[in-house]
């Protein structure tokens, strides 16, 4: 899930995160791992292997206003079809509150700026063609095709 500020700052309390977040939006975790192996074996940071082109498709963004607080709700991925990955937002290892404090302790947040929570389990290599589904409870759902 994405996760769109409508303001930021620096060290954010946990309990006032929430009001920097402006809405939610589906967006697949995408890695290269192929780039990212390279990054390890060179000793460099991965980040490279999520910051490739296209990296982050996503869809519009869902104002709070419209959907709420998503914490709560079934998230689910297809590939061609079949299920790849099936989990509940509550399952979340870093819930959103968690993840604006923590990242404000390291960077200036602002207005604009975007965050991904990550995927649960079930990850797995994608081909050319493949089509992908990501359907979160009360967000809909987003169609992408790898190319």
């Known amino acids: 899930m994405l996760v769109a500020l409508k303001s ?4 954010i309390l946990l309990n006032d995160a929430l009001n920097h977040v402006f809405g939610y939006d589906l967006s697949p975790d995408m890695t290269r791992r192929d780039l990212q192996g390279i990054q390890k074996k060179m000793g460099r940071p991965w980040g490279i292997g999520k910051a490739f082109e296209r990296s982050a498709p996503c869809g519009p963004i869902h104002p709070v206003s419209e959907v709420g607080r ?3 709700g079934s998230l689910m991925l297809t590939v061609i079809g079949a299920s790849r990955q099936e989990a509940d937002l509550n399952q979340m290892i870093w819930k959103v509150p968690e993840m604006v404090s923590y990242l404000s302790k390291y960077f200036e947040l602002a207005a604009g700026d975007v965050t991904m929570t990550g995927t649960p389990s079930g990850v797995a290599a994608v081909e050319e063609g493949d089509v992908m589904v990501l359907t979160i409870n009360g967000l809909g759902s987003l169609e992408v095709t790898v190319t």
């Open 8 to 11: 930021g700052a620096t060290d």
């Open 70 to 72: 998503p914490d709560q």
